[in-house]
């Protein structure tokens, strides 16, 4: 398993930016897919997006597309999401996740490993 921690979230005006990075422990981050959840209150843990432990690709949910961008620095063992544009539908708990496996998913249930969460709270 590997140990994550995620940090940069904070109180942002709509329309405004952040960036959250998702450390990760190890020496063996190049072989986990990285995704970003999120959960707001009193709603289900939801997809935000993912990169690909292969090619790097990435895939986004429809709410995001366009205004966030997932990345990472396997030589800094960290994975980043960086939020443009952002809405106060944005607001929730930003979580990281690591999955090993071949096959790279969308489904929360597939991510072994999770971070303890970073709060976004996006004012209007």
């Known amino acids: 398993q590997v140990q994550l921690v995620e940090s940069g979230g904070g109180l942002v005006q709509a329309g405004g930016s952040l960036r959250l990075s998702c450390a990760a422990s190890g020496r063996t981050f190049s072989m986990y897919h990285m995704g970003w959840f999120r959960q707001a209150p009193g709603k289900e843990r939801e997809f935000v997006a993912v990169?690909?432990?292969?090619?790097?690709?990435?895939y986004y949910a429809d709410s995001v597309k366009g205004r966030f961008t997932i990345s990472r620095d396997n030589a800094k063992n960290t994975v980043y999401l960086q939020m443009t544009n952002l809405k106060p539908e944005d607001t929730a708990v930003y979580y990281c996740?690591?999955?090993?496996?071949?096959?790279?998913?969308?489904?929360?249930?597939?991510?072994?490993?999770w971070g303890q969460g970073t709060q976004v709270t996006v004012s209007s």
């Open positions: 996740a690591a999955r090993r496996s071949l096959v790279v998913t969308t489904n929360a249930e597939g991510f072994g490993s």
């Open positions: 990169i690909s432990k292969n090619d790097g690709g990435t």
